[in-house]
């Protein structure tokens, strides 16, 4: 038996940081009343690089800390909801990019859960003994999607990347339990990119609406609902309690969110950690950000033996935790 193991671990964001007091500059904005309500304090911004250009910067670390010819790699998946185009996809241009050859490539959309959802599908790819070498990154330009005439929700966003590198290993399973959930009938609450039939042959009744929109109230209460439920049976599954987990890494939306979470499940506040005060919300990329950082200051060692919840939430609706032990 086969399973995927994380081998290495990365992420790049843009050099540009636009702070708080930098965005009252450009809308009717402040410091206090971001800060307050959502732990945010900076994000970076995209002045040139587009989301293949993350996502190749992080892709080329990974190459390097695992010490992998780009030949060697068997499959790329970007999870985004800000992708380079709709065609190419995003994993496309970064196997180009790379120079992986003998990969294949495609994007995986689901939102502020993407990198989970990627995670786990590549987890199967790797059980399937058919695979040895595969990248998942999460990569957001959601510069380039918020409307920036929106105080309520462009503020909360920011551009970044990071993923991990699998790799097939006989020793122990690195993914203990998942549970993964969608509720579609909710989806409308968070929207970007909304098209409609324009061809000489339709009749379009509403425009196009290309901009990221966020009912926050609805999305909120979706969060501190569901997300909880979701984390305690996930662990259950493994046979693990809040208390005898290393660390949860969730989505980096807002820190009070995650303040109600980490009391729902009854755990220590300071086993989440967090990372939205310098990069704000990069839906996809939060997770693999956060991930990579940890392993940076020796927090995650990745040497099998912490156990890790990997927790995602937001458009889609979607929703879903990976129990680890890394
Ligand atoms: C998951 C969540 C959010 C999110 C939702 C609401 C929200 C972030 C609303 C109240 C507002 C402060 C900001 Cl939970 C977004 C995503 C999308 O990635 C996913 N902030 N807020 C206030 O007035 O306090």
């Known amino acids: 038996m086969s399973f995927g193991k994380i081998m ?4 790049y964001a843009p050099e540009q940081v636009v702070t708080n007091e930098g965005l009252t500059k450009v809308m009717d904005t402040s410091d206090e009343w971001i ?3 959502t732990g945010i304090e900076q994000r970076h911004i995209s002045s040139n690089e587009n989301t293949s250009d993350l996502a190749t910067k992080v892709g080329q670390q ?4 695992s010490k992998l010819k780009a030949e060697a790699i068997d499959f790329i998946i970007v999870s985004t909801i800000s992708p380079d185009a709709s065609m190419p996809s995003t994993a496309s241009l970064v196997q180009a990019k790379l120079g992986a050859v003998n990969a294949f490539a495609f994007d995986l959309t689901a939102a502020c859960s993407g990198f989970i959802y990627a995670l786990s599908v590549a987890d199967k790819l790797m059980t399937s003994g058919v695979y040895k070498n595969g990248i998942v990154i999460g990569a957001e330009v959601l510069s380039k999607v918020v409307d920036w005439s929106d105080r309520a929700t462009s503020v909360l966003f920011g551009d970044g990347a990071g993923g991990v590198l699998l790799q097939s290993s006989t020793k122990e399973p690195m993914l203990l339990s998942e ?3 969608s509720d579609g009938s909710r989806s409308q609450s968070l929207t970007s990119n909304l098209t409609q039939p324009n061809s000489p042959f339709s009749k379009a009744t509403q425009a196009n609406d290309l901009f990221l929109k966020m009912d926050g109230r609805a999305i909120f209460d979706f969060a501190v609902r569901d ?3 979701n984390i305690l049976e996930t662990l259950e599954k493994a046979e693990l309690t809040s208390e005898t987990v290393d660390y949860f890494l969730l989505h980096q939306a807002n820190s009070r969110i995650l303040d109600k979470m980490a009391r729902k499940i009854k755990a220590d506040r300071s086993k989440f950690l967090q ?3 310098e ?6 990329a939060s997770i693999p950000i956060l991930l990579s950082e940890a392993v940076a200051s020796g927090t995650i060692k990745l040497d099998g033996t912490q156990k890790i919840v990997l927790t995602g939430f937001g458009g889609g609706l979607t929703w879903g935790t990976l129990v680890v032990k890394i």
Not at 8 to 11: F, N, P, R, S
Not at 279 to 284: D, E, I, M, P, V
């Open 62 to 65: 990974l190459l390097a800390q």
């Open 279 to 284: 990069y704000g919300n990069t839906s996809a």
């Open 227 to 229: 997300v909880p439920k």
């Open 275 to 277: 990372n939205m005060q």
């Open 179 to 181: 549970s993964l959930k």
């Open 35 to 37: 800060k307050s309500r």
């Open 8 to 11: 290495a671990v990365a992420h």
